[in-house]
């Protein structure tokens, strides 16, 4: 049996000294460490991301739970408590989620600012990041989602029908099926293989500005001619770190986003997950005007380190947990 | 039908694809944090060798392949088939042509090759990467001539046309790597 880690020491090093200055980096700012359930009553309804679900086994029948796939329901919970700034690091599992750059149990760095803009959010991912990646070259690219596709494909997201996104998938991607793809994915397909990887290497990229469809909890903002998410992306090189919002207060959009959420579980024939009240409650007393932002430590360690699969950063990645 | 979803492969995983078999070079997961997954793969056509990209939407479900590797001993060629047989039941398996196309060289009685079976008939023969075969014509050594890479032309006894060092004679056995064709050395024990 293989049971020895997959790391190097100098790795669990790494490890130990990118928490290390992320908590140092945070109790200057004065962002407070907090912690939520790993195990909740809810899921997450999300339609690209399967909660693991468990079953707590009592004499009365049995009690199903998810293992959260972020802290974000709780943690506005607790910006709704008037916590003020907030982070966690914190284990969390995404089911299926399997590969060079995925384990489904990963760490996750998540905080809240509020009164945040994601653009000031934005540039305090940027100096997190340069603190915990020395060598990382000045100057991130900032890009619009929308200026991505322009610059590619003369296609602008925003207003692009389904039928356009289906020709340029035919067109660039091998062999791809778009049968049963929603705008969400196509773009996605579009972004993940044939725009990301044009993205600088070793350079932080920001992507802004998204598509409602790619909205998530995301606030929306009219423009002139169409809506978009402020949502955006960083990447370095080609590896996504981090996702992050202007987050959605209003209490009627968040029930909306949940309840449509679960709607196109149902369109994707997958099992509807159990909506969070709690956190709809909370932002039913309010949320604060607020930006936040995730970011997947093990990736980040992987460009510590310079591994190219996250099996060797992670002590005992999924097979051998 | 048996089928299997993108989620069960992994390299050498084999499916159909178009009507023809194929077996998974790389499988690469790629997802956005917020998004659509998808496997990415190179894949092999058993059939002609070459090698594609495909990309398929997480949940994807293809068809298997009922495709099986087996050792087994070559024996003879009858003019149409070629005669494969599984050492252990004695099973014989007929294959034509195509299937031995790019091996026909490196066939020799009784050697172990790996055939591939696609609904019980072979698609493919892989050879041992390592055979000895007797030299059957080349012209004669040429004593004390060890010159550094000066070498001829020889033909060994499946038919291969090979380069050989000019000391070697006919009638000798040489080891050869099947995957390049390159005479390695003299066999032991010739």
């Known amino acids: 049996m293989d049971w020895s880690p997959n790391t190097t020491q100098q790795t669990r090093k790494s490890r130990a000294q990118m928490l290390h200055d992320i908590r140092a980096f945070f109790?200057?700012?004065?962002?407070?460490?907090?912690?939520?359930?790993?195990?909740?009553?809810?899921?997450?309804?999300?339609?690209?991301?399967?909660?693991?679900?468990?079953?707590?086994?009592?004499?009365?029948?049995?009690?199903?739970?998810?293992?959260?796939?972020?802290?974000?329901?709780?943690?506005?919970?607790?910006?709704?408590?008037?916590?003020?700034?907030?982070?966690?690091?914190?284990k969390v599992w995404r089911a299926g989620e399997s590969g060079n750059k995925h384990n489904p149990e990963f760490t996750l760095l998540e905080w809240y600012r509020v009164g945040f803009s994601y653009q000031k959010l934005m540039q305090e991912v940027e100096e997190l990041l340069s603190i915990v990646l020395p060598d990382l070259p000045k100057k991130p690219q900032f890009k619009t989602y929308e200026s991505l596709f322009l610059e590619k494909f003369n296609i602008n997201p925003h207003i692009a029908t389904n039928e356009q996104l289906i020709d340029c998938v035919r067109e660039h991607i091998d062999h791809l099926d778009t049968e049963g793809m929603n705008n969400q994915s196509l773009l996605d397909a579009i972004l993940s293989f044939c725009i990301e990887p044009e993205f600088e290497s070793s350079h932080l990229t920001f992507v802004y500005d998204y598509p409602v469809s790619q909205s998530a909890l995301a606030q929306i903002r009219q423009t002139?001619?169409?809506?978009?998410?402020?949502?955006?992306?960083?990447?370095?090189?080609?590896?996504?770190?981090?996702?992050?919002?202007?987050?959605?207060?209003?209490?009627?959009?968040?029930?909306?986003?949940?309840?449509?959420?679960?709607?196109?579980?149902k369109d994707f024939n997958l099992e509807t997950v159990k909506e969070d009240r709690l956190f709809l409650a909370a932002a039913e007393k309010g949320i604060p005007a607020s930006a936040g932002v995730a970011i997947g430590l093990d990736r980040v360690l992987m460009c510590i380190t310079g591994e190219k699969s996250i099996q060797k950063v992670i002590n005992f990645p999924w097979d051998k947990a | 039908m048996a089928t299997v979803s993108t989620s069960e492969f992994k390299s050498g995983l084999k499916f159909i694809l178009d009507g023809d078999p194929y077996t998974i070079v790389e499988n690469e997961f790629v997802k956005p944090g917020k998004g659509q997954?998808?496997?990415?793969?190179?894949?092999?056509?058993?059939?002609?060798?070459?090698?594609?990209?495909?990309?398929?939407?997480?949940?994807?479900?293809?068809?298997?392949?009922?495709?099986?590797?087996?050792?087994?001993?070559?024996?003879?060629?009858?003019?149409?088939?070629?005669?494969?047989?599984?050492?252990?039941?004695?099973?014989?398996?007929?294959?034509?042509?195509?299937?031995?196309?790019?091996?026909?060289?490196?066939?020799?009685?009784?050697?172990?090759?790996?055939?591939?079976?696609?609904?019980?008939?072979?698609?493919?023969?892989?050879?041992?990467?390592?055979?000895?075969?007797?030299?059957?014509?080349?012209?004669?050594?040429?004593?004390?001539?060890?010159?550094?890479?000066?070498?001829?032309?020889?033909?060994?006894?499946?038919?291969?046309?090979?380069?050989?060092?000019?000391?070697?004679?006919?009638?000798?056995?040489?080891?050869?790597?099947?995957?390049?064709?390159?005479?390695?050395?003299?066999?032991?024990?010739?």
């Not at chain 1, 402020?230 to 309840?259: A, H, M, P, T, W």
């Open chain 1, 27 to 90: 109790l200057q700012r004065d962002v407070l460490e907090v912690e939520t359930p790993a195990l909740s009553q809810f899921g997450n309804t999300d339609p690209f991301i399967e909660s693991i679900q468990c079953i707590q086994q009592k004499s009365e029948g049995s009690e199903l739970r998810y293992l959260h796939t972020s802290p974000e329901y709780p943690m506005k919970r607790l910006l709704a408590a008037d916590s003020g700034d907030i982070y966690q690091i914190s």
């Open chain 2, 37 to 190: 997954a998808f496997s990415r793969v190179k894949i092999r056509n058993l059939k002609t060798g070459r090698v594609v990209d495909k990309t398929f939407k997480s949940g994807e479900k293809v068809e298997a392949a009922d495709v099986m590797e087996v050792d087994m001993e070559y024996l003879y060629e009858d003019g149409e088939f070629w005669h494969f047989m599984e050492p252990t039941s004695f099973e014989q398996h007929a294959a034509e042509e195509t299937a031995v196309m790019d091996v026909k060289h490196w066939l020799k009685p009784q050697e172990k090759y790996i055939v591939t079976l696609w609904n019980g008939s072979p698609l493919s023969a892989t050879p041992p990467n390592f055979i000895e075969l007797q030299i059957t014509e080349c012209d004669p050594g040429v004593a004390g001539n060890t010159a550094q890479g000066a070498t001829k032309p020889a033909t060994v006894e499946t038919g291969a046309q090979i380069k050989v060092p000019l000391f070697v004679e006919e009638g000798e056995m040489v080891k050869i790597d099947t995957r390049t064709g390159e005479y390695l050395s003299r066999a032991k024990d010739s």
């Open chain 1, 224 to 265: 002139e001619h169409y809506p978009v998410a402020e949502r955006f992306e960083v990447y370095l090189g080609q590896s996504e770190l981090g996702n992050g919002y202007q987050e959605e207060v209003d209490s009627k959009r968040n029930k909306q986003i949940l309840s449509d959420e679960n709607q196109a579980r």
